[in-house]
């Protein structure tokens, strides 16, 4: 029996990465694979109901707590920040953490390694001999990392200096010095879950396949909320903030979006997620349906526009189901999946990115110097810019016209299944 251990980022990170790596060890599980994860944090509850074993660190570098508040947008035009992220703050809690990988791979003993977003994979894979498997997003492929391609960066934007922590342990493990954090992410084999429409690649990239969403199966019988829940040819707005509501998912995102549809002539469906209470959410009006949790993609395939922030997982649903959408985004990774549907006509963009009076350079500091992060400190998002894309978008076939394209092309792949054929070529 092959065996696969898959590293979601390093304590997991964003659910995203944590829910492509579940998709794809089920898939690789019902073809005999036996599956287990590196995994802490918060998403361990979650993985274990699956059913597949789960490797904890027992001594898990843990990032610094933030002491400021969450900003309305923030700036990312590389991978640096990833590692303060995932805690590794000096050279010895990288040289701790793979120790502990390389003890769990021992005790495991993979065919494979698979990471998805994790700063580790290929180091240990080097150091075990073991081949790496990437799931890679393309605005981070180590051969052409470009995460904010749609304009240029804000002037005075520094990056965390990563220099000091990977330089010498890697000398000292006899690895390839890396000149960017995007060069951690190498591997013999990489798999976008996308299509080539929403993140293209140069052709000079190799050994990379794209293999469509890495989603959950929308299949089901579950209950779909008033008032999708009887027949009705009038259009629904979905609005939903997704596992990592971040700064978007607070008292002031529900009043604009109140505002903005209050007397709209559209019934609008409100999913505020885990990270928010609804007894926190101010008073609706009557066409407005606060909800906790629903049903995600049949809501979606119901649904005549999609609002949500530009995670990953409903991007790729809204693609799936050729719904046509308008993305909020809190950071630019996130504005990224969402320009991509705008250059497809299949969504509007209302990004704080937009106006670049709002921005402040903040500096930060950590043991090897200052750097400067870009913000934007609140949101800019009015009602009236709201309601007028939405509106747009319904009143404009061309929208849902183009999501359908996007469908389509989507449908020619096989995702997990397609992830499966080629890591068993690999192996």
């Not at 703050?89 to 791979?105: F, H, K, N, Q, S």
């Not at 402040?360 to 400067?372: A, M």
Request: aromatic share 8%.
């Amino acid at each position: 029996m092959k065996r696969a251990l898959l590293l979601p980022g390093y304590m997991g990170g964003g659910f995203g990465h944590v829910n492509r790596c579940m998709v794809l060890a089920d898939a690789l599980a019902s073809e005999g694979w036996q599956v287990a994860f590196v995994l802490a944090g918060q998403h361990v509850a979650t993985v274990q109901k699956t059913g597949h074993p789960i490797h904890q660190p027992r001594f898990p570098a843990r990032p610094r707590p933030e002491r400021h508040n969450s900003p309305a947008y923030t700036y990312l035009t590389d991978a640096s920040i990833q590692v303060l992220r995932d805690g590794f703050g000096r050279p010895w809690r990288l040289r701790a953490a793979v120790a502990e990988l390389m003890w769990i791979i021992r005790r495991f003993r993979p065919d494979v390694l698979i990471g998805d977003l994790s700063l580790l994979t290929w180091i240990v894979g080097q150091r075990t001999g073991l081949p790496v498997v990437q799931i890679v997003r393309s605005i981070m492929h180590p051969d052409a990392p470009e995460i904010m391609w749609w304009q240029s960066p804000p002037d005075g934007l520094v990056a965390p200096d990563i220099h000091p922590i990977f330089d010498s342990a890697l000398r000292g493990w006899k690895l390839d010095p890396i000149h960017r954090t995007e060069d951690l992410l190498r591997g013999d084999l990489f798999l976008v879950p996308s299509i080539p429409q929403i993140e293209p690649l140069p052709d000079t990239v190799k050994a990379t396949e794209y293999i469509g969403p890495l989603v959950r199966s929308s299949a089901g019988a579950d209950q779909l909320p008033p008032p999708l829940d009887g027949p009705s040819d009038q259009p629904v707005v979905y609005v939903t903030l997704g596992g990592g509501a971040g700064p978007v998912g607070n008292r002031h995102f529900f009043e604009v979006v109140n505002e903005a549809f209050s007397q709209s002539p559209w019934p609008v469906i409100v999913s505020v997620g885990r990270k928010f209470q609804l007894s926190d959410v101010p008073a609706a009006p009557p066409n407005l349906h606060y909800y906790q949790w629903v049903p995600g993609p049949q809501v979606i395939q119901r649904s005549a526009v999609v609002v949500f922030h530009g995670g990953y997982g409903t991007t790729m649903e809204v693609v799936q189901h050729g719904v046509p959408s308008v993305v909020l985004p809190f950071h630019t990774e996130q504005e990224s999946n969402g320009r991509r549907l705008e250059q497809q006509s299949a969504a509007r963009v209302l990004s704080p990115s937009s106006d670049p009076s709002t921005m402040q350079l903040v500096p930060r500091g950590w043991p090897y110097g200052q750097f400067t992060m870009g913000i934007h400190p609140t949101s800019t998002l009015q009602p009236d810019d709201l309601y007028q894309a939405v509106s747009t978008i319904i009143a404009d076939p061309t929208y849902t016209e183009a999501a359908r394209r996007l469908k389509a092309a989507a449908s020619q792949y096989d995702g997990a299944a397609a992830a499966v054929q080629h890591i068993n070529q690999l192996v």
